[in-house]
């Protein structure tokens, strides 16, 4: 299983980035993909999940009204599209997938949001 994130750097407030996940190794179409974040000094935490069938997602309320996630089962990526980001979103976000019992991490991809 290999999990790639990309699409992070660093934004202005109230500036949008786009996070994309490139998933393998595993039967994509049919897991639950989750975005995490952790911010410095602090534990991750949940961000978003989007089941297999793509048409339920869930948000942390924090982000609710701002982040979208979506995924291409025909591209095998799940993405997290980031609007109106506030300083408290600063952290390094991590793509997630829960396959066969076993939670499988990618590298995590820095996001700064900072004037």
């Known amino acids: 299983v290999q999990l790639v994130e990309s699409g992070g750097g660093l934004v202005q407030p109230g500036g949008s980035l786009r996070l994309s996940c490139a998933a393998s190794?595993?039967?994509?179409?049919?897991?639950?993909m989750t975005w995490y974040r952790q911010a410095p000094g602090k534990q991750r935490e949940w961000v978003s999940r989007?089941?297999?069938?793509?048409?339920?997602?869930y948000y942390t309320e924090s982000v609710k009204g701002r982040f979208t996630i979506s995924r291409d089962t025909a591209k095998n990526t799940v993405s997290l599209q980031m609007n109106s980001l506030k300083p408290e979103d600063t952290a390094v976000y991590y793509c997630?997938?829960?396959?066969?019992?076993?939670?499988?991490w990618g590298q995590g991809t820095q996001v700064t949001v900072s004037s």
């Open positions: 190794g595993f039967t994509f179409s049919t897991t639950d």
């Open positions: 989007i089941n297999s069938d793509a048409g339920t997602t």
């Open positions: 997630n997938a829960r396959y066969r019992g076993r939670d499988y």
